[in-house]
Every structure is written in C-alpha cells, then in structure tokens.
T-cell receptor, first 113, second 113 residues
C-alpha cells in the first residue's frame, strides 16, 4: 500500500528565512499531492496542492515541487513569518486520486521572531 | 469553496457511554467521507471510509462494532463511539472528497473520563 515519508519532523527557522519540507511516496499511481497546515486543536487546512501533470506550483510565499521519477515532493515557504508556525503534513491518495489520503508524520515548524 | 462542518468541536463523556459525531458537507454532495483519528503529536490515521447508502469500510485494527458509521445521505456521515473508554480519547476528524480534492472538518476533541 501507499507509504508517505516526511522529513524533517521538526524545523526551526528565523523569521524571514526559507523553510523546506520534503516527502516521498511509494505508490506510482498517486497523482495528487496536497500539503496541509494544522494549528493546535484544529483540523488540517489545505495550503497548496499539485497534480502529477506539473512539476511546480506557486502561491505567493508557498510553493510545491514534484519529482515523479524520484517519487518525492517538497513544500517551500519563503520569507517565513511567526504565524507560519504550525504542523505541516504532506499526503498522497491511496490507489491513485480517489482513495483516502495517507499522511506523512508531520513537521513542526517554528518561526522565531 | 467546499466546506465540511463537523460537530461537536469538543465533547467530554463518562466511560461506558456513547458519543455521536456529525460530519456534513455544506455546499457539495459527498458520496464518500473518511474518518481519521489523531493522537497527540501524531499524524492522522484513517479509521474508516464511509460510503453513502452502503456499509463503511474499516481499516485493520479498527473495531466496527465500537465505531459505528452511518452515511445515510449525500451530505451527512456520523461516527458513533460506543461504550467509550479513556483510551478512545482522541481528536477525530472527518474528510470529504469533491472534484477539487479533499476537504477536512475542524475536528472533534473527545475526552472520556
């Protein structure tokens, strides 16, 4: 079955610096890769996603890159701000694009002012 | 955009009692909904897949008689934790799929005392 590995588990950066979180997946049939931000006591919020027909997608300070050959995708946050501090999860669908999402273990990002 | 409403946001119950959690898709129809459980500082783990008009599919190790799922309409799925015990205390999150991807509810914090 699908397996999603996420690194690092914790990441601390100075405000204004960039943060990069990486994930690998195992199911070559996966074609949808979302990233979620979860704040304490709340459900996950989608921040960006990418489909397998593109290699990169950007939305203001957030970008996601996808390497299908290597089966990995990364989240890039530039000009980090204290409010970016949260737990970030990558995910990939089991069985292509219709199955449930399998989540990485999460990365706790701390942005120090 | 797609919105999933989950209620209650938190609940405290006595050991041995049952608790029902509701998950509603507000502006779209969801033939499939997913129920996740998240323990502190851990990732989301799929419990079951809820299918409208049919029986839910449970993940290995999840007791179907303890976690009852009903998906009687295209906009509502319910999870009932029966005979709750302290070890069932967790954060329960539902998710629904639509044409644009996956939308998550805000989660329910269950505490069994």
């Amino acid at each position: 079955g699908e397996n999603v590995e996420q690194h690092p588990s914790t990441l601390s950066v100075q405000e204004g610096d960039s943060a990069v979180i990486k994930c690998t997946y195992s199911d070559s049939a996966s074609n949808y890769f979302p990233w979620y931000k979860q704040e304490l006591g709340k459900g996950p919020q989608l921040i960006i996603d990418i489909r397998s027909n593109v290699g990169e997608k950007k939305d203001q300070r957030i970008a996601v890159t996808l390497n299908k050959t290597a089966k990995h995708f990364s989240l890039h946050i530039t000009e980090t701000q204290p409010e970016d501090s949260a737990v970030y999860f990558c995910a990939a669908p089991r069985g292509g694009s219709q199955g449930n999402l399998i989540f990485g273990k999460g990365t706790k990002l701390s942005v120090k002012p | 955009g797609a919105v999933v409403s989950q209620h209650p946001s938190w609940v405290i119950c006595k050991s041995g009692t049952s608790v029902k959690i509701e998950c509603r898709s507000l502006d779209f129809q969801a033939t499939t909904m997913f129920w996740y459980r998240q323990f502190p500082k851990q990732s989301l783990m799929l419990m079951a897949t809820s299918n409208e008009g049919s029986k839910a599919t449970y993940e290995q190790g999840v007791e179907k008689d303890k976690f009852l799922i009903n998906h009687a309409s295209l906009t509502l799925s319910t999870l009932t934790v029966t005979s709750a015990h302290p070890e069932d205390s967790s954060f329960y999150i539902c998710s629904a799929t639509n044409l644009n991807g996956y939308t998550f509810g805000s989660g329910t914090r269950l505490t069994v005392v």
